[in-house]
C-alpha cells in the first residue's frame, strides 16, 4: 500500500544523546516535511524540502537538522542542542502545489 | 499566527450530519482552504480541499461561501469513529510550498 511510514513509534532518548527519525514514502512526492506536535497544541514546521539534496529551516529548525539524498527519504535528527525534545513528531509529504500534504502516524520522543 | 478561526467544540448525534464552520474572512486570492483531522495520538488525516468551488468526495463535502470567507466541512452522516479534532486551513497554492499553519481546531464529539 502507498503511504508514509515513520519509524519508531516511540522513542526514548538520554541528556545528550542525538536520535534519528525515519520517515519514508512511496507516494513518489516531491516535497517533505517534519513538524513537531506539543500536547494540546497545533504542528508546527520544523524542516521540508522541495527536492533531493535541497531542505529549508521552518520556524522551529535550532536542534534539529536533516537530509534528503533520496527522493522517498527525509529523516530528522533530533541533537543534544534541543533542550525541549519530549513531543509527538510527524512527517508529512505531498506534490508540489495546492496537492495536499499527507501525514504519517508519527514518533512519540521522550526523555529518560 | 492561525489564518481561520473555528469553535472550540461541537456536538453531534450518531447517523445526523456534522456541520463544521470555519471563518476565513483574511483569505487571499490564491489561497485554498483545507480540512483535516486528527484522532488523537495519530497522525493528522486529509479530509478535503477547495478554492472556490463547493467539493465532495467518500468522506465529506466542502461548502465554501461566494466571497470564500468563510466555509463549512459536512461530514453527512457522522459515526462514532468521525469524533476527533477536525482543523480548518488556509494555504497557497503556488510553487513555493507553504507550510500548514494548523490552529486549535474544533473537537468534534459524536454521540450515540
Known amino acids: 500500500d502507498g503511504g508514509i511510514t515513520q519509524s519508531p513509534k516511540y522513542l526514548f532518548r538520554k541528556e545528550g544523546q542525538n536520535v534519528t527519525l525515519s520517515c519514508e514514502q512511496n507516494l513518489n512526492h516531491d516535497a517533505m516535511y517534519w513538524y513537531r506536535q506539543d500536547p494540546g497544541q497545533g504542528l508546527r514546521l520544523i524542516y521540508y524540502?522541495?527536492?533531493?539534496?535541497?531542505?529549508q529551516k521552518g520556524d522551529i529548525a535550532e536542534g534539529y537538522s536533516v537530509s534528503r539524498e533520496k527522493k522517498e527519504s527525509f529523516p530528522l535528527t533530533v541533537t543534544s542542542a534541543q533542550k525541549n525534545p519530549t513531543a509527538f513528531y510527524l512527517c508529512?509529504?505531498?506534490?508540489?502545489?495546492?496537492?495536499?500534504?499527507?501525514f504519517g502516524d508519527g514518533t512519540r520522543l521522550s526523555i529518560l | 499566527d492561525a489564518k481561520t478561526t473555528q469553535p472550540t467544540s461541537m456536538d453531534c448525534a450518531e447517523g445526523r450530519a456534522a456541520n463544521l464552520p470555519c471563518n476565513h474572512s483574511t483569505i487571499s486570492g490564491n489561497e485554498y482552504v483545507y480540512w483535516y483531522r486528527q484522532i488523537h495520538s495519530q497522525g493528522p488525516q486529509y479530509i478535503i480541499h477547495?478554492?472556490?468551488n463547493n467539493e465532495t468526495n467518500e468522506m465529506a463535502s466542502l461548502i465554501i461561501t461566494e466571497d470564500r470567507k468563510s466555509s463549512t466541512l459536512i461530514l453527512p452522516h457522522a459515526t462514532l469513529r468521525d469524533t476527533a479534532v477536525y482543523y480548518c486551513i488556509v494555504r497557497g497554492g503556488s510553487y513555493n510550498t507553504d507550510k500548514l499553519i494548523f490552529g486549535t481546531g474544533t473537537r468534534l464529539q459524536v454521540f450515540p
Open positions: 477547495g478554492l472556490k
Open positions: 508529512a509529504s505531498s506534490m508540489q502545489g495546492s496537492q495536499p500534504q499527507h
Open positions: 524540502s522541495q527536492i533531493v539534496n535541497d531542505f
